[in-house]
């Protein structure tokens, strides 16, 4: 499936925001929204469908995945992670993960562009 970016018209800055609120769901889809993006890290937030995901891949950075809303299963280096609204679950770099909708869901994705 291939992700939807959604780009946003106005700043976000000194702003207070709703994070769920700045992207919504679409039916059979994936929806994503760039809330930064700096030489150090991005931050994130995805809207899935139910049954939508991620199929398995790696990144080279570290990666902190929190969900706002709804219930996924993230698989990381092959052990499903079932996770709920309010949790969070990290995926160290250069080790193989998967998203999947179990209901429909939004995360919020924080990679940081750092090796030590």
Not at 22 to 43: A, D, F, M, P
Not at 63 to 85: F, Q, R, W
């Amino acid at each position: 499936m291939a992700v939807k970016k959604v780009s946003g018209k106005e700043s976000l800055l000194c702003k207070a925001l709703r994070l769920g609120e700045l992207v919504g769901y679409q039916e059979g889809s994936v929806v994503s929204r760039e809330v930064i993006n700096k030489k150090t890290g991005t931050v994130t937030i995805f809207a899935f469908d139910e049954g939508e995901g991620l199929s398995t891949h790696s990144a080279p950075f570290d990666a902190m995945l929190y969900v706002l809303d709804g219930e996924a299963e993230i698989t990381i280096d092959g052990s499903p992670n079932h996770l709920k609204a309010g949790d969070f679950i990290i995926m160290p770099a250069d080790h193989p993960h998967a998203v999947k909708a179990l209901k429909k869901f939004k995360m919020l994705l924080i990679m940081i562009r750092s090796k030590e």
